[in-house]
């Protein structure tokens, strides 16, 4: 469906769509691009028509056909048109697009970012329109869901920020390395993060609640931890280069570069961060067709992953069950407050989990 | 500028400065440096280090963990530390704790000792570390006590806190290599390829293979009894040590017990000590065994059909599924549902645990069995879910390898050279890093490569390789 008409399009350009962020652009010169492509677009729209206002004029200027509010009889003597005055419709010419200046500036569109990316860092960025967006990106925060990453390594270097733009302090031989010994290290290294995203869980290991969730790979951070790595597999080495896939919760950039140089000081060479490309975003993917670039982001491709990211974000996220840390629970009885929450209880079925998610998505 | 202008048109990237963003100019770029990294005088001059050549050979590490003062873990420092003002004593041990012993090819743990053993054709092959009441770590000469002259020296070390090697008889020490290590509660059993099987410790009830000598005694005693191979129908290939009884497998498939059989622990139908190894009939006749396990009074055999058979005490529901008694004393058949091959069985204190191809493990018995605190008891297997091992979307491949039991506690090795534990943590002997029991599989952090694992009582000794 064609939006062509600019106020409705300007009603439907609230919520959630995903766009790709080139590396070397900044998080707030990609906001800005995006805000003025839409402001751009949309003034070429069929814009609302010019407003009327309501003035006295004489009767006899006016066509009683044509503008005038009421009826009036035409039978009266000629005379009495000069002085009886009719309330006619004028174009108010306050309101000319030429005057006035565009209908839409970048004022009427509050964008907001969901978690961001580095400047070097390119891949999927999640964006949210006006004050419905911002809030559906706040809840996605507290959901803590998982992110993908592509990045790319190269071995033998060491530099000052963990990648590849700034001094390189070390250099190291690396022709001792192979796949094996990378995936071994790679599984002693995730070790220590499976341990902790199930403990961050905040439930009494010793339970069976934590079992049965455990069982099914429900365990993941509830409580606000560091960042925990869930998944971390080498893709493809042609030495001294590596891709790997990291999937991650609340991580940062920094973070992930900071593995792939741990990756190559226990590897006993060195490592640097070519390439760190975001691939998935909790329900959004890179190679989504509503994941926009810059240059295809216009008023209708927008209201169009609006409208898809609305309908997946509903079903996946009904989908993930929810369960508390024990703090929680006191923490509802204390403030009877904040109903994103399903209530505790024994057979916590579909429906509880439902109304709390309705809740998220009707908003 | 104009370049950059263009670069950036090309990738379609519109870039603005504030000012001109604010007034909807769309005609400015703003220059943003390109990161892509050149190479500078300084970099081509530093040196390039080389920290490990190509054909580096992996170490083998011993990692223990559980209670420090019996010495079982062979680390004096822990319940004993130098400076007591800066080091409080460490009574458990929650965390792997890196031994320092080179060569190491077999470990076993007893009932608060630990025996490690290499492979080598050298003079020393075996050590040992922990409570020596009975002798089973052998006989070492104590340096405390003051001997008068004429007197032959009589008093050994009752507790070894670090690994000393274990003087043994042997005819010809450099051409016999050590096979495999058990210990018991009060012996233990070094099997060699050439010089036969060497029993030390406690023989009250018959467990070292010898006859019974009333009213001797054990402690600081140098007998060390050698069963050669000669004396079974074919060599020993593998030796397991219960509780107070010993069982030998020897390479045609053929089991020889002996011990303490009070609750049928030898298999042999009768209840009084056996004091020579006897074979194992029952429902073992004309079978070939391929695996053993035992740890305390049950005993469990892996054949080479794909059948399992249990004999002993059924105290806890072990072999309730057989007999409704709390022993059984002959070796008896149990009645799985075998669909895919079985790889291994483990008998531990109160429950079993059973290994298939699929590397899926399976547990049945008393106590925490690993599927969350509510599952106490079973009498038939139930399967431990995979995840609990690592098995996740991202990760299919992953299935168990190895699995070994110890009184309360359960462990298990990955494909991936990771290991789970799971039971009563009594002193630490999981290795979490805590001291709460833990009611389903969770990852030990060792930080390398398992491959080996032995659980005692209140420690466990682990096996691993460098990553490199």
């Given amino acids: ?363 | 500028m104009t370049n950059i202008v263009r670069k950036l048109k090309k990738w379609n990237v519109l870039l603005l400065c504030n000012k001109h963003s604010q007034l909807n100019h769309h005609k400015c770029t703003v220059y943003t440096p390109s990161y892509k990294r050149t190479v500078d005088d300084v970099e081509e001059k530093q040196p390039v280090h080389k920290f490990i050549g190509k054909h580096r050979k992996r170490v083998s590490r011993i990692h223990v963990c559980g209670l420090t003062v019996t010495g079982a873990l062979g680390v004096l420092k822990l319940p004993l530390p130098e400076n007591k003002l800066r080091i409080p004593p460490k009574f458990q041990q929650n965390y792997p704790y890196h031994l320092i012993i080179d060569d190491i090819s077999h470990i076993a743990c007893g009932y608060g000792f630990s025996i490690l053993a290499s492979k080598l054709k050298d003079q020393i092959k075996v050590w040992g570390c922990g409570i020596n009441t009975n002798s089973q770590i052998g006989f070492h000469k104590s340096r405390k006590t003051k001997i008068k002259k004429g007197e032959t020296h009589t008093k050994s070390y009752q507790y070894l806190m670090e690994p000393t090697p274990i003087p043994l008889p042997f005819k010809d020490a450099g051409k016999t290599r050590v096979i495999d290590v058990a210990c018991g509660r009060a012996h233990s059993l070094i099997l060699t390829d050439k010089e036969g099987i060497f029993a030390m410790g406690n023989n009250a009830f018959g467990q070292c293979g010898r006859q019974i000598i009333e009213g001797e005694v054990y402690e600081s005693s140098a007998k060390v009894h050698r069963i050669p191979h000669e004396r079974f129908p074919s060599p020993v290939v593998k030796v397991v040590c219960g509780m107070d009884h010993s069982l030998f497998l020897t390479q045609t498939g053929e089991l020889f017990s002996c011990g303490w059989s009070a609750d049928g622990q030898t298999g042999l139908g009768i209840a009084e000590p056996v004091p020579e190894p006897t074979q194992l009939r029952g429902d073992l006749d004309g079978v070939k065994i391929t695996q053993v396990s035992s740890f305390a009074d049950t005993s469990l055999a892996l054949s080479d059909t794909n059948d399992i058979f249990g004999w002993g005490s059924s105290e806890y529901g072990q072999l309730a599924c057989v007999t409704e008694s709390t022993q059984a004393m002959l070796p008896t058949k149990l009645p799985f549902d075998r669909q895919k091959k079985i790889i291994q069985v483990a008998a531990g204190g109160t429950a079993c645990l059973l290994l298939n191809e699929s590397g899926d493990v399976w547990v049945w018995g008393y106590g925490i069995l690993g599927k969350g605190p509510n599952l106490e008891n079973a009498v038939w297997p139930r399967r431990i879910p995979r995840t609990l091992f690592g098995f996740s979307q991202f990760k299919p491949d992953i299935h168990v390898k190895q699995i070994k039991c110890g009184l309360g506690s359960f462990s298990a090795i990955t494909n991936t050279g990771e290991l789970y534990t799971w039971g009563k943590n009594k002193s630490g002997c999981l290795g979490i890093g805590s001291a709460r029991d833990q009611y389903f599989p969770w990852k030990v952090l060792t930080g390398f490569e398992v491959v080996d694992v032995s659980c005692g009582v209140d420690h466990m000794v682990v096996k691993s390789k460098s990553l490199l």
């Avoid at chain 1, 998080?27 to 069929?46: A, H, P």
């Avoid at chain 1, 035409?74 to 010419?93: G, I, Q, R």
């Avoid at chain 1, 390189?168 to 002693?188: N, P």
């Avoid at chain 1, 951070?221 to 971390?232: A, E, K, N, Q």
Wanted: with cysteine; net charge positive; aromatic share 6%.
């Fill in chain 1, 1 to 363: 469906m064609v939006v062509t008409y600019a106020p409705t399009a300007h009603k439907l350009l609230q919520g959630v769509f995903a766009v790709y962020k080139p590396s070397g652009v900044a998080i707030s010169s990609l906001l800005r691009e995006v805000q003025g492509r839409l402001v751009q677009d949309i003034n070429t729209l069929e814009q609302r028509p010019q407003k009327q206002m309501i003035l006295f004029k004489p009767a006899s200027e006016t066509h009683l056909t044509k503008g005038s509010l009421l009826d009036c009889d035409t039978s009266e003597p000629s005379n009495d048109k000069l002085h009886h005055m009719v309330p006619t419709y004028v174009p108010d010419w306050f309101d000319h697009p030429l005057v006035q200046g565009p209908r839409y500036n970048n004022d009427s569109f509050h964008i907001s970012a969901g978690h961001t990316l580095d400047v070097h860092a390119c891949g999927l960025q999640v964006l949210g329109l006006q004050e419905q967006g911002e809030e559906i990106l706040q809840k996605m925060k507290k959901l803590n869901l998982p992110r993908r990453y592509q990045v790319k390594g190269q071995f033998g270097l060491a530099s000052l920020t963990f990648g590849g733009e700034s001094r390189i302090v070390e250099k190291s031989t690396w022709d001792h390395i192979t796949e094996e010994k990378i995936t071994r290290v790679l599984t002693v290294l995730q070790g220590k993060h499976r341990n902790a995203c199930m403990e961050a869980s905040g439930l009494d290991l010793s339970s069976q609640q934590a079992y049965r969730l455990a069982s099914k790979g429900f365990l993941r951070p509830y409580v606000p931890t560091d960042s925990v790595i869930i998944d971390m597999k080498l893709t493809s080495l042609k030495l001294p280069e590596f891709i790997l896939d990291i999937t991650c919760i609340r991580e940062s950039c920094i973070f992930i570069r900071k593995i792939i140089h741990q990756i190559g000081l226990e590897l006993r060479s060195n490592a640097i961060c070519t390439q760190l490309q975001r691939q998935q975003d909790a329900v959004f993917t890179i190679h989504d067709e509503l994941t926009l670039l810059g240059k295809n982001v216009n008023v209708n491709n927008v209201i169009d992953s609006i409208n898809h990211t609305n309908n997946i974000l509903r079903k996946s996220v009904l989908k993930r069950k929810r369960y508390f840390a024990k703090t929680s629970v006191k923490m509802l009885q204390q403030n009877k407050s904040d109903i994103l929450f399903p209530e505790p209880s024994k057979n916590s079925t579909s429906e509880t989990v439902n109304k709390a998610f309705d809740h998220l998505a009707s908003s």
